[in-house]
């Protein structure tokens, strides 16, 4: 059974001196923390007592791995076909930048593009821009679509 004490027993401060109204205070400070030692006390004692009852089992199960000569083999042959699978990986996407950048540097397509941005008397100013520009998608779209069927 916990005790509390009402607001209403509780004395201002301002109606105290302050000798009284600190030895109020360090009463109910010393109520308080024995109130909290013996609730924590009592089931600290009940839970021993559950324990040292029924001790908690522990098991443990190792399992000891096989091996065989078929898994060992297999490992072989994987190292090889991973090495050559590993090479031609790596170079995917180097080849196909580099395809991508031989397409992109033809002269045949910056004259096509050039005829294209001629034609208006708005883009002929900046075409050097524009063919750039039209390289720079053509690059993405055709880096994307290889990448995609890689």
Same mark, same amino acid.
């Given at each position: 059974?916990?005790?509390?004490?009402?607001?209403?027993?509780? %004395?201002?401060r301002?109606?105290?001196n302050?000798?009284?109204f &600190?030895?109020?205070?360090? =009463?109910?400070? $010393?109520e308080?923390?024995?109130?909290?030692?013996e609730?924590? =006390?009592?089931?600290?004692? %009940?839970?021993?007592?559950s324990?040292?009852e029924?001790?908690?089992?522990? &098991? =443990? %199960?190792? &399992?000891?791995?096989?091996f /065989? *000569?078929?898994?060992?083999?297999?490992n072989? &042959?994987?190292?090889?076909? $991973?090495f050559? %699978?590993?090479v031609?990986?790596?170079?995917?996407?180097p080849?196909l930048v *580099?395809l991508?950048?031989?397409?992109?540097?033809?002269?045949?397509?910056?004259?096509?593009?050039?005829?294209?941005?001629?034609?208006?008397?708005?883009l /002929?100013?900046?075409?050097t821009?524009?063919i750039?520009?039209?390289k720079?998608?053509?690059?993405?779209?055709?880096f994307?679509?290889g990448? =995609?069927?890689l």
């Open positions: 059974m916990t005790r509390s004490t009402p607001l209403d027993q509780l %004395q201002n301002s109606n105290e302050n000798m009284a &600190e030895e109020n205070e360090n =009463q109910l400070v $010393s308080i923390l024995k109130e909290i030692e609730s924590d =006390q009592a089931p600290t004692v %009940q839970n021993l007592e324990t040292q029924h001790p908690p089992k522990i &098991e =443990q %199960q190792i &399992e000891e791995p096989t /065989s *000569g078929s898994f060992m083999e297999e072989i &042959e994987e190292d090889n076909i $991973s050559y %699978q590993n031609i990986n790596n170079t995917k996407m080849l *580099g991508i950048t031989v397409i992109l540097s033809v002269p045949q397509l910056n004259n096509f593009i050039l005829n294209l941005v001629s034609n208006s008397v708005i /002929s100013k900046y075409s821009l524009f750039l520009l039209i720079f998608v053509l690059g993405v779209g055709l994307y679509f990448k =995609q069927n």
